[in-house]
């Protein structure tokens, strides 16, 4: 990353149709632990509209490890073990760097 630009990561998830709404109850638990992290500017959770059981997370990154660190924490922990067998595929994350706006505008 140059600078203080921020890491920004997008956690492309399918979930099994009978598991769409425990997978947002779950998910939305993890995301608001989530942005208790120092190392975590934002951390939104969105869901497809044409495809009702297609997610992505968006989670903006203040630190190249503040990623490593969330995925040692007890809830992502608890919420990795919750969700795997909701999973229609597996899930992918595609990495950012943001241009705009810079950190004071997270």
Do not use: C
């Not at 998830?13 to 939305?28: C, G, H, S």
């Not at 995301?31 to 968006?58: C, H, M, N, W, Y």
């Not at 660190?69 to 909701?86: F, G, I, N, Q, S």
Request: net charge negative; aromatic share 10%; no cysteine.
């Amino acid at each position: 990353m140059e600078g203080s630009a921020m890491l920004i990561v997008h956690v492309h998830v399918a979930v099994l149709p009978e598991w769409v709404e425990k997978f947002k109850e779950a998910t939305k638990e993890n995301a608001a632990k989530s942005l208790t992290e120092a190392g975590i500017a934002r951390f939104d959770v969105v869901q497809q509209e044409d495809d009702p059981t297609r997610f992505v997370l968006v989670e903006a990154y203040r630190t190249l490890e503040a990623p490593e660190d969330h995925k040692e924490t007890e809830h992502y922990l608890a919420w990795r073990e919750r969700v795997a067998p909701m999973m229609a595929e597996p899930r992918y994350s595609v990495k950012y760097t943001s241009v705009f706006p810079g950190p004071e505008g997270w």
